[in-house]
């Protein structure tokens, strides 16, 4: 296992249109996690899945986002009509159950809304 | 959401030890200290992490208050690549972990 990945790596998008990223987490690992993270900043959390249920989801991830874990396996991550301020870097981490487990991270998605 | 407080940045010549402080005041009984490191481009990665006691893995040590409202990442030696922002980040029970805007290190060679 080569770890979290995701795909694609960038994505220049017009505003206005729809885009999905795929995560595709460590395979014994549960629990699945995206953030979002702007320049300067810390990640943000969006939304995190145990097995195939979305547990939690940050008021952050507004009504033009969508995420799902279909079977408990890989991820996406959709955005719907994009906006200039979606531009970001979105991170998608898993681990396994338990407070003291570590989290692994992929290298992100980029997101350019122009 | 559980906070931390870190300085915005810090210097460390190298191969000398850094201590990076994180305040956690709110931290419940229940929550894990982690410590996470982002180099430029990348996602981050696990550095450590502690519950109440002092912890040694072969990245780094982390010195816990025994009140918990504060820890102490250590790099023994600093290296070029340590140079990074380093998050210290508390794990709630339901699992989220919560960003700060972490400490940029930077060592001089």
């Known amino acids: 296992d080569t770890g979290v990945s995701q795909d694609p790596r960038h994505k220049i998008t017009k505003r206005g249109q729809n885009v999905t990223f795929r995560c595709d987490p460590i395979?014994?690992?549960?629990?699945l996690y995206w953030y979002r993270q702007t320049l300067g900043q810390g990640p943000e959390f969006l939304t995190y899945?145990?097995?195939?249920?979305?547990?939690?989801k940050s008021r952050l991830l507004s009504d033009r986002f969508s995420a799902e874990r279909p079977k408990g396996s890989f991820s996406t991550l959709e955005i719907q009509r994009t906006e200039q301020g979606d531009s970001a870097m979105y991170l998608c981490?898993?681990?396994?159950?338990?407070?003291?487990?570590?989290?692994?991270f992929g290298q992100g998605t980029r997101l350019t809304v122009v | 959401d559980a906070k931390t407080t870190q300085p915005n940045s810090m210097e460390s010549n190298e191969e000398e030890p850094v201590h990076l402080p994180c305040n956690h005041s709110?931290?419940?009984?229940?929550?894990?200290i982690h410590w996470y490191r982002q180099l430029p481009s990348q996602g981050p990665e696990y550095v450590i992490h502690?519950?109440?006691s002092n912890v040694n893995n072969r990245m780094a040590s982390l010195a816990i208050a025994e009140d918990r409202k504060s820890s102490t990442l250590i790099l023994h030696r600093a290296t070029l690549r340590d140079a990074a922002v380093y998050y210290c980040?508390?794990?709630?029970?339901?699992?989220?972990?919560?960003f700060g805007t972490g400490t940029s290190l930077t060592v001089i060679p």
């Open positions: 899945f145990q097995n195939e249920a979305q547990l939690e």
């Open positions: 395979s014994e690992h549960n629990r």
């Open positions: 709110t931290i419940s009984g229940t929550d894990y």
């Open positions: 502690g519950l109440t």
């Open positions: 980040i508390l794990r709630t029970p339901g699992n989220q972990f919560y």
């Open positions: 981490a898993s681990s396994a159950s338990g407070g003291r487990t570590e989290a692994f």
